[in-house]
C-alpha cells in the first residue's frame, strides 16, 4: 500500500476525462466523486480502468453531458448505455469504462436483495456501500477536486489489511447476502483478514445466501478459485458455514475417523493442499490472462447481470485457466461415498475416482458451470487421477503408459500436473519414491509422443468398418470387437495396420458367433 498525499491524489486523477467530469458537475450544480474500487486500488497501486461515479442527483444527466463534452472536446463520439430502470449510464472513452450513478439510499424486504432505492446523499450513498475499503471517495468538483471523503477510515483498514463493512454487518449481509461471497472473495484476493464482528455475521447469516441465484454465487466463487492462494478463500467459506450451502459434497471430506487405531487423513484439507500444490505449478506455465482476477470491485445491482469471463475452452495449454483448479478441488470428491472399513488394510477408498467422475455433472449442473467441453475435461482428470499413480507404484510399462495415453489424449500434461500435485504425503522417503516414479511415466509419455501414439494407438478400423464388415447395427457386439481391437494394438499383440486388424477382428467375431460378411 502506498499513503497519498493530497497532491498525489490530485495527480492520480490527471486523465482529462476527471477534471471534464468535474466540470460538467459543475455547470449543473451537481456534487460529483469517484467512488468504490478505482479509489481503493490507486493505493494498493493497483491500474484500474473501472471508473465509478457517484453524483448527488441523476447519473443519467451528467453522462448525457459528459458525453456531449467528450464529443465537442476531442472530436470523438463515445459509447454510451442508458440503464434507466437503474437510474445508471455508462460511458466507454479512451480504453475507461466509466459508470454514473445517482447517490442513493436503500432498504430490502426480507426474501431478496433487490433493494428499494430513494434519492439521497453522498452519506447515504456510502453507508450503502459494503466495505470500509470500497466507501471511499474523491471529489471532482473544481473547489474540493482530489478531495478523500473515508467517512469509516477505510484508509486505516486498507493498511491494516482488514475486510469490515461500515454499519452493522448483520444488516449489510442479511439485506444483500451476496455480499458474503464478496467479502470472503476480497479477503482471499487481496490476502487481507475478515475483522471478527464481521466474520462472526457470516456465520450467523451463512444460510440466507440461499436467496442468492447460483449464478451469482459462483461468479463470486470462480474469482476466489483464481485468486493466488484460493485455499484461503475455500477455508474461510468453510469456517463461516458458507461452503456447506455451495459445496457440500466437499464439506463432507472433512474430518478423520479412527478405528482400531488405524486414520484415515483429513481429505478436506487434502483437497486444499492439491489445489494449492495445482496454482503453484501453474506458476510456472506461460502466462495467462487474468480472466477477472485483478477486477475485484464488481458492482452492486446495476450490474447484476455482468458475467465474468472465466470460460474458456479448456483446449490448448489449460495449465493457466480455471477448469485445472476445478479438477483438483474435484478429484476426491468421491472419497466420502466411497470409504469403507477394512479389518485386514483399515480405510479404504476403493473406487472414488468412479464415483467422483458421475458426481461431476451433477455438480456443474446444479452451480451453472457450463456443461460442455470444459466439464467433460474436468470430468475426465477426476475419472484418471489414479492411473498415473497405480502405474507409478508398480513397474511401468510401455503398455499402461499406451493406455494412459490413450485414455488421457491431448489432456495427458494436466493430467499429470494434478498427480504430482496429489501427492501431499509427509513421508518425504515414500514422496520422493512417488515423485520419482512420475519422473519415469513422463519420459515413457515424451517417447511414445515422439513415436505419435495418435497414428500408432487409434485404431484403423472404426466401428462403422467393424458394422459393414459384420452386417450389424449400432450394438453391444460393435462396442465388444472395437475393445477387442483398441486393447490387442495398446497391448502390441497386433500392429495397427488394416490386414492384422481384420484378421484379429475376424477371429474375435467367432468367440461371439459372429462371421464376416461379403
Known amino acids: 500500500m502506498k499513503f497519498l498525499t493530497d497532491e498525489e491524489l490530485k495527480q492520480s486523477l490527471s486523465h482529462p476525462i476527471f477534471h471534464l467530469i468535474g466540470e460538467t458537475a459543475d455547470e449543473l450544480h451537481t456534487e460529483c466523486y469517484v467512488i468504490g474500487g478505482f479509489v481503493r486500488d490507486l493505493f494498493l497501486e493497483r491500474p484500474s480502468n473501472d471508473i465509478d461515479c457517484v453524483v448527488v442527483g ?64 453522498l452519506e447515504d450513498d456510502q453507508n450503502r456501500r459494503d466495505f470500509t475499503i470500497n466507501a471511499m471517495a474523491l471529489c471532482l468538483n473544481a473547489d474540493r477536486f482530489g478531495e478523500l471523503v473515508d467517512p469509516f477510515y477505510g484508509l486505516d483498514d486498507l493498511e491494516d489489511g482488514i475486510i469490515r463493512t461500515p454499519l452493522d454487518p448483520d444488516i449489510t449481509f442479511s439485506d444483500d447476502p451476496l455480499r458474503m461471497m464478496r467479502c470472503v472473495r476480497f479477503a482471499t484476493q487481496l490476502n487481507f483478514f475478515i475483522e471478527d464482528e464481521t466474520f462472526d455475521a457470516l456465520q450467523r447469516n451463512a444460510e440466507r445466501i440461499k436467496i442468492i441465484s447460483a449464478e451469482r454465487t459462483i461468479d463470486e466463487f470462480n474469482k476466489i478459485m483464481l485468486a493466488k492462494h484460493p485455499s484461503k478463500g475455500i477455508m474461510d467459506l468453510e469456517r463461516c458455514g458458507l461452503l456447506k450451502f455451495i459445496l457440500p459434497e466437499l464439506v463432507a471430506l472433512e474430518g478423520v475417523q479412527t478405528m482400531n487405531g488405524k486414520a484415515h487423513k483429513d ?67 468421491g472419497k466420502a461415498k466411497s470409504k469403507r472399513w477394512d479389518a485386514a488394510n483399515g480405510w479404504t ?41 497405480v502405474i507409478a507404484d508398480e513397474e511401468v510399462t510401455d503398455s499402461a503408459v499406451r493406455r494412459l495415453l490413450s485414455d488421457a489424449g491431448d489432456d495427458i500434461d494436466d493430467l499429470m500436473m494434478l498427480c504430482e500435485a496429489d501427492i501431499t504425503s509427509k513421508n518425504e522417503v515414500k514422496k520422493a519414491r512417488f515423485l520419482e516414479n512420475f519422473r519415469i511415466v513422463r519420459e515413457k509419455i515424451t517417447d511414445l509422443k515422439e513415436r505419435d501414439y495418435k497414428r500408432l494407438f487409434q485404431p484403423v478400423i472404426d466401428g462403422e468398418e467393424i458394422m459393414r464388415m459384420f452386417k450389424l447395427q449400432p450394438s453391444r457386439e460393435v462396442g465388444i470387437l472395437k475393445k477387442a481391437l483398441k486393447d490387442a494394438i495398446l497391448d502390441g499383440i497386433i500392429p495397427n495396420e488394416p490386414d492384422a486388424a481384420r484378421q484379429f477382428l475376424t477371429e474375435e467375431a467367432k468367440k461371439i458367433g459372429l462371421a464376416p460378411q461379403a
Request: aromatic letters at 10%; one cysteine or more.
Open 58 to 121: 441523476s447519473g443519467i444527466t451528467i453522462a448525457k453531458a459528459v458525453a456531449e463534452k467528450i464529443k465537442e472536446k476531442f472530436h470523438k463520439k463515445p459509447h454510451i448505455a442508458v440503464y434507466a430502470n437503474f437510474g445508471t449510464a455508462q460511458i466507454h472513452f479512451d480504453g475507461n469504462e466509466i459508470e454514473f450513478v445517482g447517490a442513493r439510499r436503500e432498504s430490502y424486504s426480507h426474501d431478496s436483495r433487490k433493494p428499494v432505492v430513494e434519492d439521497g446523499t
Open 267 to 333: 481429505n478436506f484439507y487434502h483437497t486444499l493442499a492439491v489445489l494449492e500444490n495445482v496454482v503453484k505449478a501453474q506458476k510456472t506455465a506461460p502466462p495467462q490472462p487474468p480472466q477477472g482476477e485483478e477486477n475485484v470491485d464488481t458492482p452492486s445491482i446495476d450490474k447484476s447481470n455482468e458475467q465474468c469471463n472465466f470460460q474458456s475452452s479448456p483446449s490448448g495449454d489449460k495449465r493457466g485457466a480455471l477448469w485445472l483448479r476445478w479438477a483438483a478441488l474435484l478429484h476426491d470428491i
Open 349 to 389: 477408498f476403493h473406487n472414488h475416482d468412479f464415483y467422483g467422475q458421475k458426481m461431476v455433472p451433477n455438480i456443474f449442473r446444479r452451480l451453472k458451470l457450463p456443461l460442455d467441453d470444459r466439464m467433460k475435461y474436468v470430468q475426465k482428470l477426476v475419472s484418471l487421477h489414479m492411473r498415473p499413480i
